[in-house]
Each structure stands twice: as C-alpha cells, then as structure tokens.
C-alpha cells in the first residue's frame, strides 16, 4: 500500500538463481526492488507465492526460526551503509556478533579478518567519518558477512561512490558469489550488468515481437489491465466508455476519470516502463479499442497533426495510466 492506494510491485515474478552466481535486479524507481530484498530477507511477507532458499520455506518461517534465518542465513547491505557513527569500523563489524552472544575476543577476531578481507585492515581503528564512502560501503559488507550468510542483499550498494570506489566494490561483490553463497544487488548501476550471471528487470514487459495495431471489443466491466501491471501498449478508444479506477486499501476504489471515442491511454507505461497506475475497465455499455505499440502510436498522432494542418489543434487527450 502507498499513500492508501494499492500497489503490486511484484505481481507475476518468478525468478531462478543458484549459490555461486551474482543475480543483478534492475529496473525504474518504484518497481520493487527494494520490496524484493526485503522478501528475500524474511522483512516482508508477499500477499501470495512462494519463497524458497536452500530448499526451505522461507514464507513458512516464524518466530525464533525466522529470526534464526534473518540473523544467520541473510546479509544485508544498505544503500546508506548505516554504520553507527560513534563506533570504529572494528567495532561496527563486531556489533551483530556481540549482539548475538559471542564473546569480546571472538568477534573481535572474527571482525579483524573480515576487515582484512574486503582490504581495510588498516582503518579498523577509524570512525566512519574519517573513512570515504567506498570504505564506509566495505565495512557495511564486512559486516553484512560476520556470519557467513549463504545470501547476501545488496541495495544499491554503488549510488553514493565515485567512479574509482565503484570499481573496488564492484570487484568485490562479484568476487564474494562463490559456491556456497548467492549475492543478489539490486541496482540502477548498469556496470553491473557486465559483472552478473543473472539479470532480472523488473517493471519491464517481457519482449515481444512488434504487433500491429489491433481492435479489441471489451465487455461491460471487463478489465482492460489493472493497477501494478507492465505493459507496452498504447490504447485509443473507437466507441464507448472506459473508466479509470485506482484501488485502494481495503477493497475500496476511486473512479478518477472516464474516456471516450478519440481519447487514448496507456501511454505512460508505455513510453517509461513504469507500472500502470491504475486499472482501466470498460463502463456500462462496453468500449471498442485500438491497441498500438508506441511508435506506431507516434505515427498516428503525427498523422493526424499533420492532416489537420498547423493552425488546427488535434483533438483527443490521454491520460498516463
């Protein structure tokens, strides 16, 4: 839910990936990337499907076994690192050791090594404000495998580093997907793409051939997509009525606009990517449409502007569902 309205940023996924192999997420602001770490790391709870990890059921996890799982089984790193300020890069990497009941010495050990291992054994003695953004975001890995997770998350772990940190942390990401553990980094950082066994994109349509344009009779109250979907296409109305709607939390819906013969749609979506805000269905009396890719949606507004000539406006409006 966002703002009382629902949202289905995940709706329809499937994905596959395997220990060993660095599966990259990307997509638009908004499509659910973020949401998705945060399934994966047993935060949130899908309002359908399912979630499997080292052939477990991760959904069926409660209490104690999914507080067992979070701590044990999952690393997590944050865009903005969340290291606490107060604390050295030692202490920091120590600090879900000691809160688990391990002992001074160990985790110290344990910290000291991990330290060393994403090459910052020097600094341990250093705060995070006398370390750069790339050594903040190391230490936030270090931490994020004090207890040897078999997944470790990645949240845009590059967003806030300059060209040449971004390359320490690329490295190292790719470097920690070995047998044994499977890092998943959700990203707007296309260098990644390059360093990935997997790539999701996530609130783009599947690929498809190009269609021509296409009629379509819809029923009354028949649905012509619904809110959270993706979609390519645009949609010009012939005859009858189509109403917008969005949905809202609860069951509860708001009509937001209805559209008639030369009006169009869709046509956000289609041009960005993003998910359909909301859901378009035909009214009482049913509706005809065309349904166009975007460029021959272009085509046809330019068409028509250019048959009407420059001092007459083309009629018909959209709206960016």
């Not at 709706?11 to 220990?19: I, R």
């Not at 300059?162 to 997907?177: G, P």
């Not at 005809?288 to 085509?299: E, P, Q």
């Amino acid at each position: 839910m966002s703002n009382g309205y629902v949202v289905r940023p995940l709706a329809g996924l499937s994905l596959d990936a395997h220990d060993g192999q660095l599966l990259v997420v990307h997509g638009p602001s908004g499509c659910g990337k973020t949401t998705l770490l945060s399934v994966l790391a047993g935060l949130l709870t899908p309002s359908e499907g399912s979630v499997t990890f080292g052939g477990e059921d991760v959904l069926a996890h409660h209490g104690s076994a999914l507080l067992d799982y979070r701590r044990h089984q999952v690393g997590t790193v944050f865009q903005a690192f969340n290291l606490v300020a107060s604390l050295s890069a030692l202490e920091n990497v120590m600090a879900p050791l000691l809160l688990t009941g391990t002992r001074r010495a160990a985790a110290a050990e344990r910290a000291h090594q991990l330290l060393g291992q994403v090459g910052l054994a020097e600094r341990a003695r250093h705060r995070p404000g006398e370390l750069s953004g790339g050594q903040q975001q190391r230490v936030a890995i270090a931490r994020a495998l004090v207890h040897d997770p078999p997944l470790l998350l990645a949240d845009e772990p590059t967003a806030h580093l300059d060209h040449i940190q971004v390359e320490v942390v690329l490295s190292l990401l790719r470097d920690l997907a070995q047998p044994g553990r499977l890092v998943v980094v959700v990203t707007h950082d296309d260098r990644f793409a390059r360093l990935a066994d997997v790539t999701v994109e996530l609130g783009k349509p599947a690929p498809r051939d190009a269609v021509e344009p296409l009629g379509m009779r819809l029923a009354p109250g028949e649905v012509l997509f619904r809110q959270g979907d993706v979609g390519d296409l645009v949609y010009v109305v012939e005859s009858g009525r189509v109403e917008i709607v969005r949905e809202l939390a609860g069951g509860a819906e708001q009509l937001l606009s209805t559209m008639g013969p030369g009006e169009y749609l869709g046509e956000l979506a289609a041009l960005t990517g993003v998910p359909r805000s909301a859901t378009v269905r035909a009214g009482g009396e049913g509706a005809v449409l065309t349904a166009m890719g975007v460029a021959d949606f272009r085509s046809r507004q330019l068409e028509r502007a250019v048959a009407a000539g420059p001092d007459v406006p083309v009629t018909g409006t959209g709206t960016g569902v």
